[in-house]
C-alpha cells in the first residue's frame, strides 16, 4: 500500500519567486493598479500576510517586479548586440531584428516601464531602464564611428533611443502591423553608410 502523498513546503525564496511570477503577468496585462496585493496573494495560495512577509509594501512588491523585469530586459538587449564578431552597424540592427519578436500581440501590450512610468512618474527602476538603453545606443554609437563616418554619437544614440521607444508605444495602440513593423528600416534609414572596406 502506497503512501499518500504530502505537499512539499515552498522555501520562502520559491515563494517569493512564485509571487513575482504572478506580479508580472497580472500588472503587466492589467495595470499596476488595478491589481491589488489580495488578489497577487490568493493566485500564489498564500496569505496576504505571507506576502507583507516578503515584500514590505505594494510599493515594495512593485519596485521587485520592475527589478525583475529590468533584468530580463537587459539581458535580452545585450544578448542581441553581443561583441561577437560583427560590425557595430550590424550589433544595431540586431536589436530592432529582436524586437519584432518581443512586441508580438501575443506576448506584448507595450514597454512595462512605460506603463509603470504612467502609473507612477518618474519610477526609480523605470527610468533607469530608459537610461540604460540609452548609454548602450551611446555606446553602439560610439563604437560605429570610429569605422564609419558619425557625425555626431550622441544624437544618433538619442534617434535609436525614440525609434525603440515609438515602436513599444505604438505596438499597444496600432499593433504589430502598424508603425512598429518599420522600426529596424527606420533605425537603417538614419545609419551612416557604411565606409567600403
Known amino acids: ?25 497580472l500588472f503587466y496585462w492589467q495595470g499596476i493598479r488595478a491589481v491589488g496585493v489580495d488578489r497577487i496573494a490568493a493566485a500564489a495560495g498564500i496569505a496576504p500576510t505571507t506576502l507583507y512577509r516578503l515584500f ?7 519596485t521587485a517586479y520592475l527589478e525583475r523585469a529590468a533584468d530580463g530586459y537587459r539581458q535580452w538587449f545585450a544578448a542581441a548586440v553581443q561583441p561577437d564578431g ?14 519584432i519578436p518581443q512586441i508580438q500581440p501575443d506576448r506584448c501590450r507595450g514597454c512595462p516601464f512605460l506603463m ?10 523605470a527610468v533607469a531602464v530608459k537610461r540604460w538603453v540609452r548609454e548602450r545606443f551611446g555606446e553602439l554609437a ?12 550622441a544624437l544618433l544614440a538619442d534617434r535609436l533611443t525614440l525609434i525603440m521607444e515609438g515602436a513599444y508605444a505604438s505596438v499597444q495602440a496600432l499593433g504589430i502591423g502598424g508603425p512598429a513593423r518599420q522600426a529596424r528600416n527606420f533605425a537603417e534609414a538614419i545609419l ?5 572596406r
Open 192 to 196: 551612416p553608410v557604411p565606409v567600403s
Open 1 to 25: 500500500m502506497s503512501r499518500p502523498r504530502v505537499a512539499q513546503r515552498r522555501t520562502s525564496e520559491q515563494t517569493r519567486e512564485l509571487v513575482l511570477e504572478i506580479a508580472n503577468e
Open 56 to 62: 514590505t509594501s505594494k510599493d515594495d512588491l512593485i
Open 116 to 125: 509603470a512610468l504612467s502609473e507612477f512618474p518618474g519610477h526609480a527602476q
Open 86 to 99: 560583427r560590425a557595430p552597424r550590424e550589433r544595431i540592427l540586431a536589436v530592432f531584428d529582436a524586437l
Open 142 to 153: 560610439e563604437e560605429l564611428a570610429l569605422v564609419d563616418p558619425v557625425e555626431d554619437p
